[in-house]
């Protein structure tokens, strides 16, 4: 079975700090990654996925993730962190070839940014 | 493009009453579609995947009984919480996958169950 694991629960960062969350999968076929935002009050959105190709993804707001198959990791990534990238991130992956695609999500990690 | 409308986006009942959820593709045709529940400060749990014309499958520990999900359209799939009770109160997240790609995801704005 797929699962996906985020190790920051909650991560705390000054604005114009860097910015990396993690996410490790188990899963041994091919899978699609996907990272989710959700802002305070307001429903998820995509921030980016992965789905073949390059492994380094480049999103919205700045955002890009890496896919490192070895590792079966997919970490979030920000140079630079704004006050208002304050929310709940979500990894997920699901299975292409399975037959309901669904996508797994992992347990979130909430980012405070510090004005 | 590609809009999951959900409705209501907050609702109270009283114990032991029912509540229905709706969750439409505005400009899509949605082959699939999720439900997800969400506990305070928690991820999203699946709880069952609702393809049109079928019966929905459900997650491991999920009453089906309880939760009734009727997807009747390529447009709307329903979640019905039936006898409600206060551990239910929770948020409630649809996502309908595109018919036309195998990646295209998106979410409803999520209701606010709140059994009283």
């Known amino acids: 079975a797929q699962s996906v694991s985020q190790h920051n629960h909650h991560v705390i960062l000054s604005e114009a700090a860097s910015l990396e969350l993690g996410c490790n999968y188990s899963y041994g076929g091919t899978v699609n990654l996907f990272w989710y935002v959700q802002y305070p009050g307001q429903h998820l959105q995509l921030l980016l996925k992965y789905f073949s190709g390059d492994p380094l993804v480049k999103g919205i707001k700045g955002f890009e993730a890496e896919f490192i198959k070895s590792k079966f990791s997919f970490n979030l990534r920000k140079p630079s962190v704004q006050w208002s990238d304050t929310a709940e991130y979500f990894c997920a992956v699901n299975a292409p070839g399975s037959s309901a695609s669904k996508i797994i999500f992992g347990s979130g990690t909430r980012l405070s940014i510090r004005p | ?116």
């Open chain 2, 1 to 116: 493009g590609a809009v999951v409308s959900q409705h209501p986006s907050r609702v109270i009942c009283k114990s032991g009453t029912s509540v229905k959820i709706e969750c439409r593709s505005l400009d899509f045709q949605a082959t699939t579609m999720f439900w997800y529940r969400q506990f305070p400060k928690q991820s999203l749990m699946l709880m069952a995947t609702s393809n049109e014309g079928s019966k929905a499958t459900y997650e491991q520990g999920v009453e089906k009984d309880k939760f009734l999900i009727n997807h009747a359209s390529l447009t709307l799939s329903t979640l019905t919480v039936t006898s409600a009770h206060p551990e239910d109160s929770s948020f409630y997240i649809c996502s309908a996958k595109r018919a036309d790609t195998n990646y295209g995801y998106t979410f409803g704005s999520g209701t606010r169950l709140t059994v009283v």
